[in-house]
């Protein structure tokens, strides 16, 4: 149940379509497209793969995972600003979002990558950032690659691969127990959007005039400690029962 969901708008305002960059200490791998089912994003939950692949000095992230086609993201580390600290990094962030028409996200994903893995990619990353392209040079060798391989060839250039980037939703339960009153659980329900908890399932009954829900909540991206959550919703319950 996704209805009382906020959606966070993404900083950066973009076109449809697949992009990436390394920007505040992470890399950043984003798709745009006019909508996500709540199917696709489930199916994304079970896991995604992430290889980094490189071919005639042309880096490439390869994602694969649930419902969505292979997408592919070239990295041109020679017009990254933040190179100097992307080479500093021990362990590299990587986070994956997906965003709808309305530049809101819709899914994200962030992880650390071992210190094996962020090696590897820095080492094959100082080459081409050492090569003197010419003028629209490295444009043409990507659709070179573009135009001879599908997304999922790409992976037979792979140097790297970090499986099953799996989202662990964290989860809390609601409890309401009391007078039947009109009102309750969209009063509940409100609370949670104004929080940024995603409403998940609810199950309530009615028998002699008392009324009991439980709801299941999602809190990853809740927008203030879980404790202090609590505390407002009991205080809340108790102005109710005056």
Not at 49 to 72: P, Q, W
Request: aromatic share 10%.
């Amino acid at each position: 149940m996704n209805v009382w969901k906020k959606k966070k708008k993404f900083e950066y305002d973009i076109d449809l379509g697949a992009i990436m960059d390394y920007v505040e200490n992470r890399f950043m791998l984003v798709i745009k497209d006019e909508d996500w089912t709540q199917e696709e994003i489930e199916m994304l939950n079970s896991g995604i793969d992430l290889h980094f692949c490189y071919t005639n000095d042309i880096a490439i992230f390869v994602l694969e995972g649930g419902d969505i086609d292979n997408s592919d993201f070239y990295f041109n580390i020679q017009e990254c600003d933040w190179k100097d600290h992307l080479f500093a990094s021990d362990c590299l962030d990587v986070d994956i979002i997906l965003l709808n028409k309305a530049n809101e996200i819709c899914f994200k994903k962030s992880k650390t990558l071992t210190k094996e893995q962020s090696q590897i990619i820095k080492d094959c990353l100082k080459q081409p950032n050492e090569v003197s392209f010419m003028p629209s040079e490295y444009d043409v060798n990507v659709q070179g690659i573009q135009s001879a391989y599908e997304p999922y060839e790409l992976v037979r250039f792979e140097k790297m691969c970090n499986k099953t980037i799996r989202r662990m939703m964290m989860k809390a339960v609601i409890s309401v127990i009391g007078k039947d009153k009109v009102g309750i659980l969209a009063m509940i329900a409100n609370e949670c959007a104004n929080y940024n908890l995603n409403v998940l399932d609810v199950t309530q009954t009615i028998v002699d005039s008392m009324f009991t829900m439980t709801m299941m909540v999602a809190i990853d991206e809740m927008s203030i400690p879980l404790n202090e959550f609590a505390e407002r919703m009991e205080n809340l319950g108790k102005e109710k029962r005056t």
